[in-house]
């Protein structure tokens, strides 16, 4: 049985960090693609950032890029996220996902088993 869990969400005033962490098991996790997601209210889920199965590789919306980075460890089966330059439009659910091959995407139909998100809010 595949779980992600994520942690590290809350408040933070605008400009300010977060570091979410998203720990998984039940599959092997060096040799798949990890991914984030948020979700706002009233919107649609939609991608943030993904990394390959080594690391070597990151992908990043325009809308983060500059501010966010990915990570992962191996060693801990977990990826990261780190937050900065948080704005108010930041807030939503973060969810992360793991992907169906060593290499995934912006698509969350390249990603099957997904964590249950955590919420950050931004504040102005």
């Known amino acids: 049985q595949v779980q992600l869990v994520e942690s590290g969400g809350g408040l933070v005033q605008a400009g300010g960090s977060l570091r979410l962490s998203c720990a998984a098991s039940?599959?092997?996790?060096?040799?798949?693609?990890m991914g984030w997601f948020r979700q706002a209210p009233g919107k649609e889920r939609e991608f943030v950032a993904a990394?390959?199965?080594?690391?070597?590789?990151?992908y990043y919306a325009d809308s983060v890029k500059g501010r966010f980075t990915i990570s992962r460890d191996n060693a801990k089966n977990t990826v990261y996220l780190q937050m900065n330059s948080l704005k108010p439009e930041d807030t939503a659910v973060y969810y992360c996902?793991?992907?169906?091959?060593?290499?995934?995407?912006?698509?969350?139909?390249?990603?099957?088993?997904w964590g249950q998100g955590t919420q950050v809010t931004v504040s102005s």
């Open positions: 990394i390959s199965w080594s690391g070597g590789n990151t």
């Open positions: 996902a793991i992907g169906r091959a060593r290499y995934s995407g912006s698509f969350q139909k390249d990603y099957d088993y």
């Open positions: 039940g599959r092997t996790f060096s040799t798949y693609g």
